[in-house]
């Protein structure tokens, strides 16, 4: 081999090397962009996926980016005074917010909840003094169709998603036509004296909103009970089902806390159609003197079926209806949807209707908490015994004075005999 064959071998060799680092480069790029455009697939789906969930951002107040951000209409200036449709969009992005953080513990929160927990001290009364109750009760409300069954789904959806259902498991007590003959209890408890539970009623009707009402300040002062049948459920001589248990053994509890549940779909119909029966009877269930806790609060609302409408009639109706109502948009509102699009029930893919089943859970257990009556003392007892005292004494006073009376009036006649 010659000086020069022996130059241009030593030239292929340095080169060969070269060219596999070359082509090593261009493959490491190639996998690069690839892998971006999967990145950036998966990041596009997400979005999506994040603006199907909060629907509102579809409205002509969001910009649309890919942060979801808002622009200064729906932001709002902070010296001017919002109008009621900001206030709402304004409360649906805060629930968004803080689905991605606070969503685990609110739910840590509400597992491991014990009666009292939220209790705070007013009027100089201590907390021992109070009379909190081993389980806390709150009643589901409204008329026939709203969705209070389908809310008590979406809650074991919501809280079993710790790893364990929390609801203890009952026979659902409905009817032929599938609306609840009895009351049904859904209880979350860590043992049997502390946690809560949720009381599912029967709908009520326009029609006997009279009936309905009674039964609900029934419900109110004399407590509910798991099983217990509500009126108009079946006929007065119709058999009870063989699946409901005697309701008398069970316990009966305290209403702690109502929460009153509406179906926005329908009041929108209402609104446009003209009938106002159904806002009519919301209104009167809604400020019925019976379920208000304190004569300054209103109860929970809860609207349900809003994702049958458009975003923009969702936000017209939420805002016409609390008008009517007479109570802010965004203090003790939410607007939850229990069903997809799918018919099935929303799960850890939406975390703001996640969010706010568990804040309207967390307010009603801070409203019961801080509206605890105080405990009798012993002056009140000894009141009472004394009070009982003397009616018995009283009444057995007016028995006695009632015999001698008819024994008189014998004497007297038997008297009048003889002499004649």
């Given at each position: ?130 009379d909190i109750p081993p389980v806390i009760t709150i009643l589901l409300l409204g008329l026939a169709g709203t969705g209070k069954t389908a809310l008590v789904d979406l809650m074991y959806c919501v809280l079993g998603r710790a790893g364990f259902l929390p609801f203890a498991q009952s026979i659902p007590l409905a009817g032929n036509d599938g609306r609840t003959q009895c009351l049904e209890e859904h209880n979350v408890l860590r043992s049997m004296r502390s946690g809560f539970c949720i009381f599912d009623s029967r709908g009520l009707d326009c029609d006997r ?116 109502l007479g109570v802010s948009e965004t203090n003790g509102v939410y607007d939850i949807s229990c069903l997809n699009e799918y018919g099935t029930a929303v799960d850890e893919m939406d975390p703001a209707t996640s969010y706010a089943v568990a804040e309207a859970i967390f307010r009603a257990l ?55």
């Amino acid at each position: 081999m010659t000086a020069i064959e022996a130059a241009v071998a030593r030239k292929r060799c340095r080169r060969r090397p070269q060219k596999r680092r070359t082509r090593r480069r261009a493959e490491v790029r190639e996998e690069r962009r690839m892998r971006s455009s999967v990145q950036g697939g998966d990041d596009a789906s997400e979005a999506s996926a994040a603006l199907a969930n909060c629907w509102w951002r579809s409205l002509i107040e969001f910009d649309g980016d890919s942060e979801g951000g808002r622009t200064e209409a729906a932001a709002g200036s902070r010296g001017a005074v919002a109008s009621p449709r900001v206030r709402v969009l304004r409360e649906l992005e805060r629930l968004a917010a803080a689905a991605n953080v606070s969503l685990d513990d609110i739910r840590h929160k509400l597992l491991t909840y014990n009666a009292g927990d939220l209790w705070l001290p007013a009027g100089g009364i201590p907390k021992h003094e109070t009379d909190i109750p081993p389980v806390i009760t709150i009643l589901l409300l409204g008329l026939a169709g709203t969705g209070k069954t389908a809310l008590v789904d979406l809650m074991y959806c919501v809280l079993g998603r710790a790893g364990f259902l929390p609801f203890a498991q009952s026979i659902p007590l409905a009817g032929n036509d599938g609306r609840t003959q009895c009351l049904e209890e859904h209880n979350v408890l860590r043992s049997m004296r502390s946690g809560f539970c949720i009381f599912d009623s029967r709908g009520l009707d326009c029609d006997r909103m009279a009936d309905g009402l009674e039964e609900v300040a029934e419900w109110m002062n004399e407590g509910v009970r798991h099983g217990q049948p509500c009126r108009g459920a079946n006929p007065p001589d119709a058999p009870a089902p063989a699946s409901a248990p005697p309701a008398t053994r069970f316990l009966r509890r305290r209403v702690n806390c109502p929460v009153v549940v509406a179906n926005l779909y329908e009041l929108h119909h209402s609104l446009l159609s003209g009938d106002p029966r159904p806002l009519e009877a919301t209104r009167d269930l809604f400020h019925y003197p019976p379920i208000k806790i304190s004569p300054t609060d209103s109860p929970i609302l809860v609207l349900t079926h809003g994702d049958e409408l458009s975003p923009e009639e969702r936000i017209q109706a939420r805002v016409k209806t609390c008008e009517y109502l007479g109570v802010s948009e965004t203090n003790g509102v939410y607007d939850i949807s229990c069903l997809n699009e799918y018919g099935t029930a929303v799960d850890e893919m939406d975390p703001a209707t996640s969010y706010a089943v568990a804040e309207a859970i967390f307010r009603a257990l801070v409203v019961a908490d801080r509206t605890h009556p105080a405990k009798a003392s012993i002056k009140e007892w000894l009141l009472v015994v004394i009070t009982w005292a003397m009616c018995a004494l009283s009444t057995f006073f007016a028995f006695l004075s009632c015999c001698c009376s008819k024994l008189a009036k014998a004497n007297r006649e038997y008297t009048k005999l003889r002499t004649q």
